[in-house]
């Protein structure tokens, strides 16, 4: 299903033109309007969901294999030295746009951007507190 008002939903259908670099039932592939590198691309599911929380199980089993096939076709052919695969989740995690998607990014020695973050610092203490909040 999707949501009217949502700009992802329409481009992922067809409705509003984009630089499409791959397309099937359930997703299609675009170049990133503001990239942050040569190649910059997102997949959108056709269906709508708002983000990783609410994704059905179907559909985000088939996302993994869509970033390796696109990861691996983009790589030979625009011939980026790496690859980073990003999704975000609500505002404060750097998403903009709330329908589902993620980001492929190749990456070049001379691309000048970072993806990296740095250490919180947390004690070996603090991050089994941590794992006993997740497990217990």
């Given amino acids: ?3 009217e008002n949502c700009i992802f939903c329409k481009i992922a ?8 670099v791959y397309e099937d ?8 309007l503001n990239p942050a590198t040569k190649g910059h691309a997102l997949i959108l599911p056709k269906d709508h969901y708002q983000n990783l929380y609410q994704i059905d199980d179907g559909t985000a089993a088939k996302v993994l294999p869509l970033a390796k096939k696109m990861a691996v076709m ?4 625009l011939g980026c030295d790496g690859f980073n695969v990003l999704q975000n989740n609500n505002e404060i995690a750097g998403q ?3 329908h589902f998607h993620v980001h492929l990014i190749p990456r070049y020695s001379s691309d000048n951007q970072s993806l990296v973050m740095p250490p919180c610092g ?3 203490e603090q991050l089994d507190a941590v794992r006993d ?4």
């Fill in 1 to 3: 299903m999707k949501d």
């Fill in 74 to 77: 983009m790589t030979k052919k």
């Fill in 13 to 20: 259908n067809g409705e509003i033109p984009s630089r499409t």
């Fill in 25 to 32: 039932d359930d997703f299609r592939v675009i170049l990133d």
């Fill in 96 to 98: 903009t746009v709330f």
């Fill in 122 to 124: 947390m004690t070996a």
């Fill in 133 to 136: 909040v997740i497990v217990g």
